[in-house]
C-alpha cells in the first residue's frame, strides 16, 4: 500500500468509519478504489486541474463520482455508458 506521508487526504468520517470497519480484503479495495487517489470535493475544482493538466501534458482525462467518498476522480481511462443502447 502507498504510504500516505505528506499527501493531502480529503477523507470523510463516514469513509473512515467504513474502512476501520472492513476486513482486509475491503480495506485494500478501498485503498486501491479511493484513498489512493486525489479527491476533488467539486465539478470547478476538477474543471481546473484538467484545463492544467490538458495545457502542461495536452492530456485528454475523463472524471467520475466517487461511490465511497462522494467526491471525483480523474482518471484516463475512457467512460462507458452504463445503459445498453437498442
Known amino acids: 500500500m502507498k504510504s500516505f506521508i505528506g499527501r493531502r487526504l480529503h477523507i470523510t468520517v463516514k469513509l ?7 476486513d482486509l480484503i475491503t480495506r485494500k479495495k478501498l485503498a486501491r478504489t479511493c484513498l489512493n487517489k486525489t479527491r476533488y470535493a467539486n465539478m470547478g475544482e476538477v474543471c481546473d486541474i484538467m484545463a492544467i493538466i490538458w495545457e502542461e501534458r495536452k492530456q485528454s482525462l475523463n472524471f467520475y463520482k466517487c461511490k465511497h467518498c462522494g467526491g471525483y476522480h480523474l482518471t484516463s481511462q475512457k467512460q462507458l455508458n452504463k445503459k445498453k443502447r437498442k
Open 16 to 22: 473512515l468509519n467504513k474502512y476501520m470497519a472492513s
